[in-house]
């Protein structure tokens, strides 16, 4: 595993990637769609939330996708635009974008889950580590039907596929990420816990 980072990179190339990679991050896609399809806020629909799975609670899939795809692209465009002046500055600005998602600048700092901003980078940065991530999403939730805990297992494990394929920056990313999706889920893991977290496919709010 390579333990090498920020090597003879300037402050000023760190402070670039980001800021690129927040303000990319910040762009608040699921907002944007909604709105420009006439559907109003999504803030005031469901959970409130800005992400692809409030969108879907729209009832519009190709919207919900689109926030999906959007989300999870803002993320990896930052980590490949600032892994073509250094590789180690794709980790800063894919960590720095995942910041700009949660917390976006335009919305009072009140952003979505980080789900898919975070996979996308991770597949960016390591495709291997953010397929596994991407592959065990896919395994819980076809298993437990939860959304949420879907989300929970794949960040938390994701560093570890860091550290088994990866390296040192992208592990620290990963435990970054992780840490930050489960502080973002904190009432989706209450729910969970008292059994009263909606399942796939039901009605009620994230």
Not at 15 to 29: H, K, M, N, W
Not at 183 to 198: D, S, V
Request: proline share 3%.
């Amino acid at each position: 595993m390579s333990t090498s980072f920020l090597a003879d990179l300037s402050l000023w190339q760190v402070a670039g990637a980001a800021i690129l990679g927040y303000l990319l991050g910040s762009v608040p896609f699921g907002l944007l769609l909604t709105r420009a399809a006439g559907l109003g806020d999504i803030r005031k629909i469901g959970s409130g939330n800005i992400g692809a799975t409030n969108v879907l609670r729209t009832g519009n899939k190709t919207l919900a996708l689109g926030t999906l795809l959007l989300d999870g692209g803002k993320g990896a465009a930052a980590a490949l635009l600032a892994g073509l002046a250094a590789p180690d500055l794709a980790v800063i600005a894919g960590g720095a974008a995942l910041l700009g998602h949660l917390f976006p600048v335009w919305l009072g700092f009140k952003g979505g889950k980080g789900v898919a901003t975070t996979l996308g980078t991770l597949i960016a940065i390591n495709w291997m580590v953010g397929i596994g991530a991407c592959l065990t999403w896919i395994v819980v939730a076809a298993a437990f039907r939860f959304s949420s805990l879907s989300a929970l297992v794949a960040v938390a494990l994701a560093p570890v596929y860091a550290y088994l394929i990866g390296t040192l920056p992208e592990v620290a990313l990963g435990v970054f990420a992780a840490i930050l999706v489960w502080i973002r889920h904190h009432e989706n893991i209450r729910r969970l816990l008292r059994g009263e977290e909606p399942r796939i496919g039901g009605k009620k709010a994230e």
